[in-house]
């Protein structure tokens, strides 16, 4: 995320946060706010190989694990895999696919069910363009935990800016926030991500946390 207006520049601990995705996704069910985004795929079908450290189940650390509140992480095979989080009012259901690039492992989310108790237009309209994104999330992984980080708006900008037209790149200015959308079709899509896989400035800082549930 970057100011509308311009602004000197702030080192990466005192600048501003994004909202971590995961949370915005269990509060508001849109895919995301400020992380960038994707329109197309970055999964194929021939991703089907899947870490063994990834299998079984995860929950958020953090996040209430309780009769009313819930996340949970369902990792089954590279092809089917879920998150479900939900409260006393909505209840939200992604689709991951787990992708090898550049040497690390990536996770291409997508929202499949999403319940928030009276649903107007404007929800349902939300709704229907959440499910026509991807979230792309970079993954750390551990023997009892997953970092889950997304892309960096402000810097995949100026990436953008430098080369400009070796990748497709929507920004969308409001008087608080600035949102990205990559725009290129898969093949192009994954070319990007294994070439800044490695590029850890291109990532946020601090990402979600999952571990094992008790």
């Known amino acids: 995320m970057r100011p509308f207006f311009p602004a000197p520049p702030v080192s990466r601990s005192t600048r501003p946060r994004c909202p971590n995705l995961w949370l915005v996704i269990a509060a508001a069910a849109l895919l995301?706010?400020?992380?960038?985004?994707?329109?197309?795929?970055?999964?194929?079908?021939?991703?089907?190989?899947?870490?063994d450290r990834l299998r079984g189940q995860w929950v958020v650390s953090g996040f209430p694990q309780d009769s009313?509140?819930?996340?949970?992480?369902?990792?089954?095979?590279?092809?089917?895999?879920?998150?479900?989080?939900?409260?006393?009012?909505?209840y939200h259901e992604m689709a991951l696919r787990f992708v090898r690039l550049g040497g690390r492992w990536f996770v291409d989310a997508q929202l499949e069910s999403a319940q928030?108790?009276?649903?107007?237009?404007?929800?349902?309209?939300?709704?229907?363009?959440?499910?026509?994104?991807?979230?792309?999330?970079?993954?750390?992984?551990s023997a009892d935990s997953i970092e889950a980080r997304t892309f960096e708006g402000w810097r995949l900008a100026g990436y953008?800016?430098?080369?400009?037209?070796?990748?497709?790149?929507?920004?969308?200015?409001?008087?608080?926030?600035?949102?990205?959308?990559?725009?290129?079709?898969?093949?192009?899509?994954?070319?990007l991500v294994a070439r800044i896989a490695n590029v850890d400035s291109m990532f946020q800082d601090h990402g979600m946390t999952f571990v094992r549930p008790h």
């Open 160 to 191: 953008h800016r430098k080369h400009r037209g070796e990748f497709g790149l929507k920004e969308e200015s409001s008087m608080y926030l600035t949102t990205y959308v990559l725009t290129d079709k898969t093949p192009a899509l994954r070319r």
């Open 32 to 51: 995301p706010s400020c992380a960038p985004s994707a329109i197309h795929p970055l999964a194929t079908a021939a991703d089907t190989v899947l870490d």
């Open 116 to 141: 928030t108790g009276e649903m107007g237009a404007d929800d349902l309209a939300g709704k229907r363009k959440s499910k026509q994104v991807h979230a792309l999330m970079r993954l750390e992984i």
């Open 68 to 90: 009313v509140r819930s996340s949970r992480v369902d990792v089954r095979s590279g092809r089917s895999s879920t998150l479900i989080v939900r409260d006393s009012t909505s």
